[in-house]
């Protein structure tokens, strides 16, 4: 049996809008942008969705709508992808790293709290595999206990008065907690629909902002216009709007960058996000399944649903309890061996050469590294089927005992 390990779940309807798409003669940013940005401000229950080429870009452009950039801190967690770091070196700020809480793969808010000094602005958190991260109440209360600290550098800043909360949340696009959907939690909430994602556009995502962010009298209307001069070029008008009679004449405001979704991607998206409470479904049936064949074996896995939150279900991690990791890289090739794909969520930052360049010492990271001692993700999409489920789970089972 050959199961592989994320493929999109494309069906014929998102063909034949794509189709139609390419037909319609508006294939770049045009209407069914606008109408997925809609539905997705409809579906998270926020004022305003922006979509842009990647997670990444709506990480970065948020920093640079906000101000943020050379002499600044931005606080994120050791334990993610790089993209949720990069976007800080991208934009010329100081990422400051910080630790996992011991047994878990959630940032450490104490060390958040130890970390913050007056150049820090904001800080990133992470809703790793698709469930949100559960200490944001914490978060902000260490943005308003170091309100004192806080040393604003434009009107936005200012406007807010505290330090920015972020969230990563490429994995988490329909989870939710304690009644508000990943979208309305941070300040600025930041979705992947990379092609391994429950949703996919091939490529993108979307940047959605909470009601904090009109509560402190920023104008969300004209966010989302600079949030457009900043995914293209910085021109004063896009392609649609140059296609209206005379209005060839635009203007340049600054030399900004080029991150636009375009409407093929966003005809994927539209069918996607119709079929999305059933992808949810199917996804949970899943994890539930892999949860009754690990009851009784020496793994541990997360809960991806509890009372009080909902998981978009993205991966599924396991740990393997007592194993080192190259015992955990052995089962990882045993398993490519039986047909059956798996990979590894996150081997931590300073891990990384990019990372260790910056100075960082995954020595001060031992949580961390804890958790990506014996972690091993396993397949978790929407092609699955219950007999690959269970193919699956018999043969990890009989390599972990």
Known sequence: MNVPFSPPDITEEEIAEVAETL?????????????????ISRYLHTERSVCLNSATACLEMTLHL???GPGDEVITTAYTYTATCSCICHVGAVPVLVDTMPGTFEMDPEQV?????????AIICVDLAGIVYSRYDEIFRIAEEKKDLFVPSNERQEAMGRIL?????????????????????ADFTCFSFHAVKNLTTAEGGAVTWSQAIARAGL??????????LLSLHGQSKDALAKTQAGAWEYDIIAPYYKCNMTDIMAAIGLVQLKRYPDILRRRKSLIEQYNEEFKDSPV????????????SGHLYLASVLDKSRQECNNIITKLAEAGIASNVHYKPLPMLTAYRRMGFDIKNYPNAY?????EITLPLHTCLTDEQ?????????????
């Open 219 to 228: 104008d969300g209307e004209a966010m989302y216009r600079d949030y457009m």
């Open 66 to 68: 906000m101000g943020i």
């Open 389 to 401: 489920v269970k193919y699956v789970a018999d043969t990890f089972r009989s390599l972990i005992i």
């Open 165 to 185: 909360v972020m969230a990563d949340a490429a994995h988490a696009f329909g989870a939710s907690r304690d009644g508000k959907m990943c979208g309305e939690i």
């Open 23 to 39: 037909r319609s003669g508006w294939i770049t940013t045009g209407p069914r942008t606008k109408e997925f940005e809609h539905q």
């Open 370 to 374: 804890a958790q990506f001692e014996n």
């Open 300 to 311: 541990e896995v997360l809960h991806h649903f509890e009372d009080n939150y909902t998981s």
């Open 113 to 121: 709290r130890q970390a913050v000094t007056k150049r820090t602005k």
